[in-house]
T-cell receptor, first 113, second 110 residues
Framework: DAGVIQSPRHEVTEMGQEVTLRCKPI?????LFWYRQTMMRGLELLIY????????DSGMPEDRFSAKMPNASFSTLKIQPSEPRDSAVYFC???????????FGPGTRLTVL | KNEVEQSPQNLTAQEGEFITINCSYS?????LHWLQQHPGGGIVSLFM???GKKKHGRLIATINIQEKHSSLHITASHPRDSAVYIC????????????FGEGTQLTVNP
């Protein structure tokens, strides 16, 4: 079985550009989580979905960040416009249900110049 | 003070040693997770527990809810165990949101 799939694995962009990160959860999992990891702040939850519905987006840093889950097998995290302080590794994770063990994707390393 | 504190921050051991990493938390929780992050960056969930003890291979995780404390033990450590180990708690009042510790960097030398 494939695990959580994220793309791209690496993204380098210039300040002001739009960035879209993609995630495919494990088939059959109903919950999806987006995390950000930086040296300064460690791992932080940005938003999570249950059955494609956003449940808690209080971790989204500001309006430049948005996330969607149009169907059970796909989610996007968009940053527009991007800023250098958005440089981080962004992880997507999925779980069978909200309170189950979470399985992490390989992450997308984002560098905003 | 962080809600989740791990100790030690860094740990160096010789192959074969028994290793303990500690996690203390200050809030009511419904579950505690132990995660492993490899040098390449990937994160693997090791355990999710809410009481007692769990064992998987050479890894053992324990939790004491009354004392708000969990430990991760590695028996017969091996260089491939070198990684960052992260404790995360799911607070009783925060749904599925996890609060993470800062991680413990473990290096096991051959």
């Amino acid at each position: 079985d494939a695990g959580v799939i994220q793309s791209p694995r690496h993204e380098v962009t210039e300040m002001g550009q739009e960035v879209t990160l993609r995630c495919k959860p494990i088939s059959g999992h109903n919950s999806l989580f987006w995390y950000r990891q930086t040296m300064m702040r460690g791992l932080e939850l940005l938003i999570y979905f249950n059955n494609n519905v956003p449940i808690d987006d209080s971790g989204m840093p500001e309006d430049r960040f948005s996330a969607k889950m149009p169907n059970a097998s796909f989610s996007t995290l968009k940053i527009q416009p991007s800023e250098p302080r958005d440089s981080a590794v962004y992880f997507c994770a999925s779980s069978l249900a909200l309170y189950n063990e979470q399985f992490f994707g390989p992450g997308t390393r984002l560098t905003v110049l | 003070k962080n809600e989740v504190e791990q100790s030690p921050q860094n740990l160096t051991a010789q192959e074969g040693e028994f290793i303990t990493i500690n996690c203390s938390y200050s809030v009511g929780i419904s579950a505690l997770h132990w995660l492993q992050q490899h040098p390449g960056g990937g994160i693997v969930s090791l355990f999710m527990l809410s009481s007692g003890k769990k064992k998987h291979g050479r890894l053992i995780a324990t939790i004491n809810i009354q004392e708000k404390h969990s430990s991760l033990h590695i028996t017969a450590s091996h260089p491939r165990d070198s990684a960052v180990y992260i404790c995360a708690v799911r607070r009783e009042t925060s749904g599925s949101r996890l609060t993470f510790g800062e991680g413990t960097q473990l290096t096991v030398n051959p």
